[in-house]
Nanobody, 125 residues
Framework: QVHLVESGGGLVQDGGSLRLSCAAS???????TAWFRQGPGKEREFVAA????????NYAESVKGRFTISKDNAKNTVYLRMIRLKPENAGTYYC???????????????????WGEGTQVTVSS
């Protein structure tokens, strides 16, 4: 199982920027990685995903043009760059790996079998 550790969360003003990091360890097989967000009392929702090669990315409509997912396989790290943040982007951001998804991405939470502990993002208005 892939072990994931998120970092980079924090408090930012409305319109501000953050970069989240997800460091992976464990099996280095081909798998998709994604970021999900969970607000208080809500289910986890898909934010962005990237294929193992980094050539395929997928975004939730609400973040397109503002968030960018990328990865550095040499560092076993996936990033989520977030700009023009809004209060509705606040929540706990989780990194997840889908080891059964080879060569592509998926936005389905049920496809992800390894999860990090999350990092908190707060956006003040």
């Amino acid at each position: 199982q892939v072990h994931l550790v998120e970092s980079g969360g924090g408090l930012v003003q409305d319109g501000g920027s953050l970069r989240l990091s997800c460091a992976a360890s464990g099996p280095t097989t081909n798998y998709a990685t994604a970021w999900f967000r969970q607000g208080p009392g809500k289910e986890r929702e898909f934010v962005a995903a990237i294929s193992w090669s980094g050539q395929i990315t997928n975004y939730a409509e609400s973040v397109k043009g503002r968030f960018t997912i990328s990865k550095d396989n040499a560092k076993n790290t996936v990033y989520l760059r977030m700009i023009r943040l809004k209060p509705e982007n606040a929540g706990t951001y989780y990194c997840a790996a889908a080891t059964a998804i080879i060569g592509g991405t998926t936005s389905e939470v049920g496809d992800y079998d390894s999860w990090g502990e999350g990092t908190q993002v707060t956006v003040s208005s």
